[in-house]
């Protein structure tokens, strides 16, 4: 049996794969971006090897740049191609490229298919409802993607880190910005999240309960006080 959090007030919840299912979406995005660089560099006379073993350089570039906490995905474009071809490309063409990933990654998202009658529960339950997510690196775009999938209405209030605060998550300053939004304390506070690294490790900086919904193998040394792996489970820990 789970053991249960119990006396908090919030839950607050990461967006993506967390809430929405937006994993498809990037590996989509990236691969459509991915053709445009292999023609663009192709037009320019550049060796790039096979489409496949381009993108897998791309692929693994943009995880390192990711995590650096970098979101503009105009600077991965740019520093991909720069960095492996030693080519700087155009602004405009930065500029497509970024056009054509978050077209394909807000054409794919979708919610995980408990997660409205898991936020249901928990507002019956009368916990207060927040969210902390990082930006996508254009302004506005992320709270776009929140609202196209008709989540805003659930949540007292949304951070979007690196627009409303400066840092992004891991630092601890967006889970301490919610907490004042919402007039709580970090301590009545439960966060709910995807990436170890940065949400379990930014809440518990800020000195909240963390659970994990883990939905991929990383294995990590930080612990969170529960996992689970679908949304539904949370009806199980939190009472
Ligand atoms: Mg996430």
């Known amino acids: ?23 498809y979406g990037k590996e989509l995005g990236l691969k459509l971006a991915s053709i ?31 995590n650096k906490g970098i979101y503009n995905r105009n600077i ?26 978050w077209n394909a990654v807000k054409k794919k998202s979708e919610l995980y298919k408990d997660a409205i009658s898991t ?5 019956n339950k ?7 997510t990082d930006t996508d690196g254009v302004k506005e775009l992320k709270s776009e993607r929140i609202k196209k999938l008709n989540l805003k ?39 709910v999240g995807n990436n170890i690294y940065v949400d379990v490790l930014g809440a518990k900086k800020a000195g909240m309960a963390t659970v994990l919904v883990k939905r991929d193998n990383c294995q990590a040394k930080i612990k969170p006080d529960q996992v689970i792996k679908t949304l539904v489970e949370l009806k199980k820990i939190v009472l």
Not at 85 to 99: A, G, V
């Open 153 to 191: 209405k659930w949540f007292n209030f949304i951070v979007v880190a690196g627009e409303d605060v400066r840092q992004t998550k891991p630092d601890k300053a967006p889970f301490l910005l919610i907490t004042r939004k919402l007039n709580l304390k970090p301590h009545q506070c439960i966060f």
């Open 36 to 66: 445009k660089i292999y023609d663009f560099l192709r037009g320019k006379g550049t060796n790039t090897g096979s489409f496949r073993d381009l993108y897998r350089k791309i692929r693994k570039t943009t995880c390192q740049i990711e």
């Open 1 to 23: 049996m789970k053991k249960k959090i119990t006396s908090k007030k919030a839950v607050i919840f990461d967006f993506d794969d967390t809430l929405a299912k937006t994993r």
């Open 126 to 132: 009368k916990y207060i409802l927040g969210m902390v």
């Open 76 to 101: 991965w474009w740019f520093f991909i191609i720069k960095e492996l071809f030693k080519i700087s490309p155009p602004k405009n063409f930065l500029e497509e490229l970024t056009e054509i990933y």
């Open 119 to 123: 936020l249901v529960y928990l507002k």
